[in-house]
């Protein structure tokens, strides 16, 4: 590990290390992700509305900790293992069952709801890795904190912080995000990128934002900004 610094303040430590993943590496890594086929048993699996609407720890801590830690991105079934792995304390496994706060669900159906937010982790980090490697932006965040919060990715320019907004365009993705938006927060500098299935890339099973894509967030900074400046 290439540590770069480790820092003592008041009851927290933090670890700095170099990261040197690229957007290529994440495409190449994904190519070879076999998701549609793993996915194809659990797909089915949304309709049980309790897993849908339940509260369980969060899968983007699981995801970004193993690309911290390895550099690499966890296939479809490593991120299912590492879910239930990591949170095992919390959702305890009974044969094809899993009791959480005081309830059973059937794991199964868990998987499934893993397995469907698994590509928008990987979209937003490969969006992350793009838009840092196109040097538009004086920079680019991710915060696991700031994501659990509503907060995708972050971009600061001349001074100012606006927040990236990245979701499917389509109607789910639309709803989810209006109920996202009352429930969490409300965003002062707000930059909606909906991503348009038919106009994506698609690299493997997975559909990904463009260089085109960046070029709009950056068109609408600088509007925005030009607008600042007049009033």
Do not use: W
């Not at 299912?80 to 069952?97: A, I, K, M, R, T």
């Not at 709801?113 to 590509?119: E, F, G, K, N």
């Amino acid at each position: 590990m290439d540590i770069l610094d480790i820092k003592f303040m008041n009851d927290k430590t933090y670890l700095l290390k170099k990261f040197n993943m690229s957007s290529k590496q994440v495409e190449k890594i994904i190519k070879e992700f076999n998701y549609s086929e793993y996915y194809a048993h659990y797909k089915n699996k949304k309709c049980d509305k309790t897993v849908e609407d339940e509260q369980f720890p969060v899968i983007n801590l699981v995801f970004y900790k193993y690309i911290y830690e390895n550099e690499l991105i966890p296939s479809p079934k490593e991120i299912v293992d590492l879910y239930f792995e990591f949170y095992e304390s919390e959702l305890v496994q009974e044969g094809c069952n899993v009791r959480f706060n005081g309830s059973i669900y059937k794991k199964e159906n868990i998987i499934g709801r893993i397995l469907r937010t698994y590509p928008s982790l990987i979209r937003d980090f490969h969006f992350y890795l793009l838009a840092t490697e196109s040097k538009m932006f004086d920079k680019v965040f991710y915060s696991y904190k700031d994501d659990i919060n509503g907060k995708d990715i972050t971009i600061k320019q001349n001074d100012i912080v606006y927040v990236i907004s990245l979701f499917v365009n389509t109607k789910r993705s639309r709803g989810y995000k209006i109920i996202k938006n009352i429930r969490r927060h409300e965003y002062i500098n707000e930059i909606q990128l909906p991503l348009n299935l038919n106009e994506a890339y698609k690299c493997g099973d997975f559909m990904l934002y463009r260089k085109k894509d960046l070029e709009n967030i950056k068109i609408q900074i600088d509007k925005l900004q030009q607008c600042q400046r007049e009033e």
